[in-house]
C-alpha cells in the first residue's frame, strides 16, 4: 500500500477529520512565504527590516507609511487561485469526510475553493476595519488609487485609519477562533497537518491539544512532529491531496 493509499483509507475509515495548514498549503498557487529564506533576505534589502518586524503592531503604529508599503506589495495576491491542495479539501468536506479547515494563512483561498468551516488563525486581508469606529471595508477600498495616493487608508466615515483584519506579530490570535480551532484538534479523530513546519507560534502550538487521534504530516521538510505522525509524507501537498481525494471518489462511485 503507498502512503497515498494509507491515507484515503485513514479518511474512510475516520468519523472526524480535520485539516491544519500553513504557507505551504498556498505556495502552490503562486503565493510567496514571506518566512523563506528569499522572503526574509528581499525584506531585509528593499525595506531595512525583516518581515516580523514590518508585520508588528510596533511597526505598524510607528511607520504605517512602510507598513502598508510592505504589506500591498508583498502579503496581497487577489488575483491567485485555489489549488489542488485547496480543491480537493472542498470536495473532502462535501462529501462529508472533513468537518474543518484551520489555516495560519490570510489569502481566502480555502473559502475560493468552496470550503465552509474555516478556521482563520491569522485573520484575513479580504476584511479591513476602522480601528476607531470599526467600520468594515473590503480589500478593494485599501487596493483604490486614491488611498494608494495617499499612503494610509483612512476611514470615509470618521477618518481613523483602516487596518487588515490579520493578526499581526505582538498581537494575540483572536479568542474565539482559538477556542473553535483548539475544540476541533482536540476532538479529531484523524488530524491532517500539511504545508507547515510548524515554527510559528502560537498557532503551532494548538497541536499539543491533540490528544489520541491519528496524525498525519505531508511537508517537504521535517517537522517538529514527525516522530509523533503515524504517516509522514514528503511530496507536494496539493498532488497528494488530489490523488487521495480521486481515490476515495474513485471507492465511492463503484
Not at 508585520?55 to 508599503?69: E, V
Not at 491567485?80 to 485547496?86: G, K, S, T, Y
Not at 495616493?149 to 477618518?159: K, N, V, W
Request: net charge negative; aromatic share 8%; hydrophobic share 40%.
Amino acid at each position: 500500500m503507498t502512503q497515498t493509499e494509507y491515507l484515503a483509507q485513514l479518511i474512510r475509515e475516520s468519523k472526524n477529520t480535520v485539516f491544519f495548514g500553513g504557507a505551504g498549503v498556498s505556495t502552490e498557487s503562486g503565493i510567496p512565504d514571506f518566512r523563506s529564506e528569499s522572503g526574509l533576505y528581499s525584506a531585509q534589502q528593499n525595506y531595512g527590516f525583516p518581515p516580523e518586524e514590518l508585520l508588528s503592531r510596533s511597526l505598524f503604529a510607528q511607520q504605517p507609511k512602510l507598513f502598508y508599503r510592505y504589506y500591498r506589495e508583498n502579503l496581497i495576491a487577489r488575483h491567485a487561485h485555489p489549488n489542488a491542495a485547496h480543491l480537493a479539501l472542498a470536495k473532502l468536506e462535501r462529501m462529508g469526510l472533513l468537518k474543518a479547515v484551520i489555516t495560519q494563512n490570510i489569502d481566502g483561498l480555502h473559502q475560493a475553493a468552496g470550503s465552509q468551516e474555516v478556521l482563520e488563525l491569522h485573520g484575513s486581508n479580504w476584511r479591513q476595519h476602522c480601528i476607531d469606529c470599526s467600520a468594515k471595508y473590503d480589500l478593494d477600498y485599501i487596493l483604490s488609487p486614491a488611498i494608494i495616493h495617499d499612503d494610509i487608508p483612512t476611514c470615509e466615515h470618521c477618518g481613523g485609519m483602516v487596518r487588515p483584519d490579520v493578526v499581526l506579530y505582538e498581537e494575540s490570535l483572536d479568542d474565539v477562533v482559538v477556542m473553535a480551532a483548539t475544540r476541533a484538534i482536540s476532538e479529531a479523530e484523524l488530524l491532517i497537518v500539511g504545508g507547515t513546519s510548524l515554527a510559528v507560534y502560537p498557532a503551532a502550538g494548538l497541536l499539543q491539544y491533540h490528544r489520541g487521534g491519528q496524525l498525519v504530516l505531508i511537508n517537504k521538510s521535517e517537522t517538529s512532529y514527525d516522530s509523533r505522525a503515524q504517516l509522514v509524507i514528503r511530496d507536494s501537498i496539493g498532488m497528494v491531496l488530489s490523488q487521495v481525494w480521486q481515490m476515495i471518489d474513485a471507492g465511492q462511485s463503484m
